[in-house]
């Protein structure tokens, strides 16, 4: 359970958000607003969008900086004087988001509310996730206190552990139910992210701060004006416009000009729109989804990668190896297929280096995989492929190979030496 | 010098009869869509009064436009971060309630009621809640009402006269009013794309129009603030801002913009206007007293070989210039001097004028008795509605520019009067003409246009490039039902 | 008339410019095709005959050599390879230098860019298919290349050995993209590519001073056409059968004559004695990772293929109009002689491999040594054992990596050597610790007796290949 909940949730979550606001952004770039409705009711909206807006943006703020730089943020909290005042002003903060949030959720229940009549079940939604979000967040800090301390050697390490691809949720699978819920509901938000107006974060108007006042759009880029295609009516024929210079909208043409798709579809004469509507969308969804009934469990198969246990294998009696001497050993691998053929097979250059102690090293050089061979005369290790060389220890004596060998974990059990069979090293990680 | 060219517009509010056509042949082609329907791209206000907005005027309340802040031209709103940080909340924000709400009736209730005694009634719905509503006011509920001590009285343009002033502009007999027919200014220093964070909003560069990007558009609201007319509206269903497109797919097509087009008192003449772009900010940094003649100074005159030759440098066909050179505004503006910008001060240099009304200044009721003054010249200095108030209107304050105009507009009066029903002396038709610098060959030409021109005297532009015109119209026909004029697919607002 | 003749009649009679001087140079392209459809007909043959099994690849291989006709077979398929490698790259180079690729014919180049990097791909997994030694190390290098990726590295490599050792599974995956996969892709590119082909109109010669404008270029192409066009068969069409004909005919004899490559060991990686070495065609790649300094090594594996992709990627987005010509496009020139010197060069050096330790070459003959006995000889075998000999050349014997040792004695001092083994450099292991003292004297006194002038010596060439 808690490896869908931390370890494949977030994943489906961050990527239904990326993918799904780049979508919506490139296919219907109309249907992103803050769809505001300070025009329709701004006196409650004061108390409820302000508060809101001002105490979650910090809040977030402190949640993501405090992941992005733990260290700087262990520091920060060092003192007990800090830890408690930073608490207590994020404590006042989620509280004064809080009253905004339910100013917010009052004013679209006020009955014959403006505001009530254009509020979609999706804004519903988002709103009962975000109130949530905030009591169990505030919950959390009366409750579970010093959060800011915990959350460092919790939930960073495991959001880290996201990040690298090898998810990693035991620091989050023993917090309390109300934390992981704190968690689980943030990364709701992210999966509701591009079906909701939570949208607007995502185009923040920060270029404003430094673009020129006036905005002038011209047909032709400006460098380059030609004349006005002037002659372009009267032969009937459409100008070479520059479509896409002066059509930096697209979509609804309603007041914006050559907005109008190049090929508009047209409704059969009579036909609602609403029914043309309905059949592309039940078709584009009919479709994708048998594409993805076959692609699914397809790329899956290909990606599910196969996984040999380790186990550890004998090479050989202990008595068979001089101390100092460096030699071939082979293992094979302990679950091969049936056609693997003589590459379930893995070779080892093994080093008794003293009586009681044994060093396995993998035969592939750590510049580009090739075999390395054993020179015991010049006791050094020489790779064919572009010229690496290894001392006897592994450490790299020559040319290009930017690590020393990788080696296997050797014991001796029963008089035999063994092997811990393990993945090929692949170098740089 | 940079030239470049501005589709442009006059108004000859002598001519407006208030009939509001334009305001609906607007609405019907473009804002009957969810959402919209508090909109008047196109109102049609009675002045003295409060407008629509409520009070727009008041910059004070709205902070539209621009100031002059010793050597910088500022937006009113603040500073850019300040205006990111009230993003959440848009203080200057107009609320639907400053516009109106609007309604419709439950019209199946006058067919489906059950037989009862009494009449059966079609109650007022919202068109916001859909429920039952109190209408309180609506579009227009000021119309006519000249002397209203609610509406007239609270003008903001009134604060620049005396109390006694005002105090006549209330008497019932003295009361006086006219229509000041307003749309989007499609200004050359608009305020609403500087203000715009999002920067949807955009002028175009070959005509001048100012569009908002409906793809681009957030939803910050900060254009409708910005904007000192109101003249760009908040689509609540959508999420969008909105506004007048200057119907640029009929200009497109070489059709008048739809107000101009149904307009009764053939009142508008739409042409294009070359300016120098490299002047703008310089222009509108101006003292306010000097503001209306470096608007004039900014419009370059399209018979200037050095003009001709900078505009062609710029890209601009030889049409455009044609068409500059039988611009009725060109006239009008530059030529003739009669039309003025409205509220220059707001310092975004707006592209539509108006030749202010003479009628109401000239005529005067004495005891019960309509007197149309047989002293034409010493009524300017009586006048029923104080030049003071036109000149807060038209000219920032600037008496003396306004008074020029109503010169020249009384001289072609007495100059006409001589001239069909012969009861002015010759000598005291030359001292009007005289006294407004005027000749009678420009008299003429202005009579001509303005009481005589036909449709192609007074709509002229030069072709250009159709875009998606003929398409956006051919396909809205199919559309109007869904989405509304000029949609390709339906504005459906976001979740 | 026939639906089949409606159909292929227009296709076959379109008309195209008529190039003069240049119209031998507009066969690459259909020559890549017929050595691509050989591809695909030895490739299905192939097939029906290989066992897709780690264990029995190699098995199988053999089978199909040790048949007469099976041989010719591979040699036709790996001689197709080799042509079909070096047509590609004609058509790539003339499409480029004669600028062909702008307006309007920027997405030809776009899928032409595809499908040489399937072809590059097809080389490089159909040389693995052949599943001998070198066969299976070269997965191996490959999942350590894909390794080298930032963050994902370790789960590509793991990707592409279909585990975490190279086993069973490595041989059908690396088999599916040979087979079905990549060939897949390449029809569908190959028909999107040759209906571009159709529908823009093949390039005419480029004319200095004549540069394109994407405003006018259609127009001037339909009249040019008019005034001058050819019916493409069989006018031009001859000229692209003799060629694909020729083309047939030298595969043919090289795999008659030459026969395919010999299999190498059984791919048993507990034989360790391997020397694996990619075909000609990826020996400058397999050169330039040998060569290149240290440092820059997970930067060019990384960053090398991505950039030449984007530069084929943006090349019709950065340059869409102006001049085709090649003699007003210096640069273009210049970017070709460069590309073909490094390929030259770099194959040359894969070549020798002068980097590669002669672990093969033998002792010192005594003639070389002058001496059977005493202090230089003992030196002479120090020399070999410790692996000396396999970096440096003396009188022709040994590697040819460290510098020749053939008269080291007249150039450094006794001491200047001592400084040397014991040191050792980049390319060289440190052999302190490594060398009893007895060793390093005879040693010494065998590297100071290496003097220009022997007597004795007899002239052999260095090659020890």
């Given amino acids: 359970m808690s490896t869908v909940l931390f370890a494949v949730f977030p994943y489906i979550a961050v990527i239904t958000a990326v993918a799904g606001s780049l979508g919506r952004y490139l296919g219907n770039r109309y249907s992103y607003s803050s769809l505001s409705t300070q025009l329709l009711e701004n006196r409650t909206l004061y108390w409820g969008s302000v508060p809101w807006h001002y105490g979650i943006t910090l809040i977030l703020l402190a949640h993501l900086l405090a992941w992005l730089a733990p260290g700087a943020a262990l520091a920060l909290l060092g003192g007990g004087l800090r830890l408690f005042v930073i608490e207590a002003v994020g404590l006042a903060l989620a509280l004064y988001a809080f009253i905004g949030l339910l100013m917010l959720i009052a004013r679209r229940l006020r009955r014959n509310s403006r505001v009530r009549q254009t509020s979609s079940p999706m804004d519903w939604v988002l709103l009962v996730v975000l109130l949530v979000q905030v009591a169990s967040g505030i919950v959390i800090a009366l409750f579970h206190r010093w959060g800011s301390i915990w959350y460092l050697s919790t939930a960073v390490p495991w959001l880290w552990s996201l990040v690298r691809l090898q998810p990693e949720v035991s620091t989050v699978a023993a917090l309390p139910a109300i934390i992981q819920l704190h968690i689980v509901l943030g990364f709701l938000l992210i999966f509701l992210f591009p079906v909701t107006r939570l949208v607007h974060i995502a185009v923040p108007p920060i270029p404003y701060l430094w673009r020129p006042y006036q905005v002038v759009i011209w047909r032709t880029d400006p460098g380059r004006r030609g004349p006005i295609a002037t002659g372009a009516l009267m032969a009937g024929t459409p100008p070479p416009a520059r479509a896409d210079a002066h059509r930096p909208n697209g979509g609804p043409a309603m007041a914006s000009p050559g907005a109008a798709p190049p090929a508009p579809a047209r409704a059969e004469e009579g036909e609602p729109v609403t029914r043309r509507d309905f059949l592309t969308r039940l078709s584009l969804a009919a479709g994708g989804l048998a594409a993805l009934i076959v692609a699914i469990p397809s790329i899956a198969f290909l990606l599910g990668l196969r996984r040999s246990p380790q186990v550890w294998s004998t090479v050989g009696r202990i008595d068979e190896f001089q101390v100092g001497e460096t030699r071939q050993v082979a293992f094979a691998d302990p679950t091969p297929l049936p056609w693997a053929g003589v590459t379930a097979q893995t070779a080892a250059w093994l080093r008794r280096d003293t009586s009681d102690t044994f060093t396995a090293f993998s035969i592939n050089c750590t510049h580009l995989g090739c075999p390395v061979r054993w020179i015991g005369t010049a006791n050094l290790f020489m790779c064919p492929c572009h010229g690496g060389v290894f001392y006897h220890d592994g450490r790299v004596a020559s040319g290009p190979p930017p690590q020393p060998l990788a080696t296997y974990p050797v014991r001796t059990r029963n008089g035999n030496v063994e092997i811990l069979t393990s993945p090929l090293p692949i170098s740089g990680h | ?495 | 008339m026939t639906g089949v003749s409606q159909t292929v009649g227009p296709i076959l009679t379109h008309v195209v410019p008529h190039a003069r001087r240049s119209r031998w140079l507009f066969v690459f392209g259909s020559a890549t095709l017929v050595a691509f459809l050989l591809q695909v007909v030895t490739g299905i043959a192939l097939s029906s005959a290989y066992v897709t099994s780690s264990g029995q690849a190699y098995d199988s291989l053999h089978f199909i050599t040790a048949n007469t006709l099976g041989r010719i077979v591979r040699g036709l398929h790996y001689f197709g390879a080799s042509a079909m490698i070096v047509l590609i790259g004609a058509h790539t180079i003339r499409v480029y230098l004669m600028g062909s690729y702008k307006y309007p014919r920027q997405m030809n180049w776009l899928t032409g860019t595809g499908l040489l990097l399937f072809t590059l791909l097809m080389a490089f997994t159909g040389q693995l298919l052949r599943w001998d030694q070198t066969g299976f190390w070269t997965a191996v290098v490959a999942a350590e290349q894909a390794g080298k990726a930032p963050i994902i590295g370790n789960w590509l490599a793991r990707f592409v050995l279909a585990g975490s050792v190279p086993g069973g599974a490595t041989l059908s995956r690396f088999f599916a993209a040979h087979v079905f996969f990549i060939p897949a892709l390449m029809f569908v590119f190959i028909g999107v590519h040759l209906y571009l082909v159709l529908y823009n109109g093949i390039s005419e010669p480029p004319a200095a001073g004549r540069p394109v404008d994407p405003r006018t270029y259609r127009a001037w192409y339909h009249r040019l056409l008019e005034r001058e066009g050819l019916p493409f068969w069989p006018y031009a069409a001859w000229r692209d059968v003799v060629v694909g004909f020729g083309v047939v005919i030298v595969i043919a004899t090289l795999a008659i004559a030459l026969g395919p490559p010999e299999l190498g060991r059984p791919p048993d990686p507990t034989l360790v004695a391997a020397s694996p070495r990619p075909d000609w065609y990826f020996l400058w790649y397999f050169a330039l990772l040998a060569l290149m300094p240290k440092w820059s090594e997970r930067w060019v594996i990384l960053l090398g293929p991505l950039i030449f992709g984007l530069f084929l990627i943006f090349l019709p987005f950065v340059s869409p109009r102006g001049e085709r010509h090649p003699l007003r496009r210096p640069w273009a020139i210049a970017i070709v002689i460069c590309a073909l010197a490094v390929i030259a060069h770099y194959s040359r050096m894969g070549h020798l491999a002068p980097w590669s330790p002669r672990m093969d070459a033998p002792p010192l003959p005594a003639e070389v040594v002058g001496t059977t006995s005493g202090p230089i000889a003992e030196g002479a075998q120090v020399f070999y054992d410790k692996g000396c000999e396999f970096c440096h050349l003396v009188s022709g014997y040994g590697g040819i990596r460290g510098p020749d040792l053939s008269n080291v004695g007249d150039r450094l001092t006794r001491d200047q050597m001592l400084t040397r083994i014991l040191s050792g450099a980049e390319n060289m292991p440190s052999y302190a610790g490594n060398m009893t003292a007895a060793e390093q004297e005879v040693l010494l006194a065998f590297l100071e007796s290496r003097h220009q002038f022997q007597e004795g010596t007899p002239a052999r060439p260095a090659a020890m290949r």
Avoid at chain 2, 69 to 97: C, I, Q, V, Y
Avoid at chain 2, 342 to 348: G, K, M, N, V, Y
Wanted: net charge negative; charged share 25%; hydrophobic share 35%.
């Fill in chain 2, 1 to 495: 010098m940079n030239v470049r060219c501005q589709v442009s517009m006059v108004f000859h509010l002598d001519k407006c009869i208030g009939c509001h056509t334009c305001s609906l042949a607007c609405k019907n082609l473009w804002t009957g869509r969810p959402g919209t329907e508090y909109m008047w791209w196109n109102n049609v206000e009675t002045k003295p009064g409060t407008g629509y907005p409520t009070l727009y005027e008041d910059q004070e309340q709205y902070s539209g436009g621009w100031t002059v802040d010793g050597d910088r031209l500022k937006l009113r709103l603040g500073t850019r971060p300040r205006e990111l940080f009230t993003l959440a909340f848009n203080p200057r924000l107009p609320s639907l309630d400053d516009y109106y709400e609007p309604w419709t009736y439950k019209y199946d209730d006058l067919i489906d009621a059950p037989p009862g005694d009494d009449q059966p009634v079609a109650v007022p719905i919202s068109l916001v809640t859909r429920e039952e509503m109190e209408i309180s006011t609506g579009p227009n509920w000021d119309d006519d009402l000249g002397g209203s001590s609610i509406y007239a009285a609270n003008d903001p343009n009134l604060q620049h006269l005396t109390e006694e002033e005002r105090q006549r502009l209330l008497e019932t007999e003295r009361l006086v009013f006219f229509y000041l027919p307003r749309i989007c200014n499609h200004c050359v220093n608009p305020s609403c794309v500087a203000a715009c964070p999002a920067g949807a909003i955009y002028k175009r560069g070959e005509d001048g129009i100012v569009l908002v990007s409906q793809e681009k558009c957030m939803g910050w609201r900060m254009c409708v603030s910005g904007c000192p007319y109101k003249k760009v509206y908040f689509n609540w269903a959508t999420g969008k801002s909105e506004k007048c497109i200057l119907c640029y797919p009929r200009l497109e097509t070489q059709q008048a913009p739809a107000c101009m087009h149904s307009c009764v008192g053939r009142i508008r003449y739409l042409g294009v206007l070359l300016y120098d772009a490299d002047r703008i900010e310089e222009v509108a940094k101006r003292p306010d007293a000097e503001l209306v003649e470096a608007q004039r100074s900014l419009i370059l005159d399209p018979f200037d070989p050095a003009v001709q030759r900078a505009a062609e440098a710029n890209g601009l066909d030889a049409k455009v210039i044609e068409a500059a050179q039988r611009s009725p505004v060109y006239r009008y503006v530059k030529v003739w001097r009669l039309a003025l910008p409205l509220h220059p001060e707001f310092r975004t240099l707006p592209s539509l004028f108006y030749v202010p009304p003479l009628l109401p200044v000239t005529g005067t009721v004495d005891d019960g008795v309509y007197d149309t003054s047989a002293d034409l010249f010493s009524s300017l200095e009586h006048a029923r509605l104080p030049i003071r108030y036109m000149a807060s209107l038209f000219t920032a304050g600037d008496e003396q520019e306004v008074v020029g105009v109503y010169r020249k507009m009384l001289a072609l009066r007495i100059f006409k009067r001589a001239q069909t029903v012969g009861d002015i002396a010759e000598v005291d038709v030359l001292k009007a003409m005289a006294e407004a610098g005027t000749t009678a060959e420009e008299l003429e030409a202005i009579y001509h246009l303005t009481s005589l021109a036909d449709f192609d005297q007074r709509f002229v532009i030069p072709p250009f490039a159709r875009e998606a015109a003929i398409e956006l119209l051919e396909v809205t026909q199919a559309q109007q039902e869904g989405g509304g004029m000029g949609f390709l697919r339906a504005p459906r607002r976001g979740l």
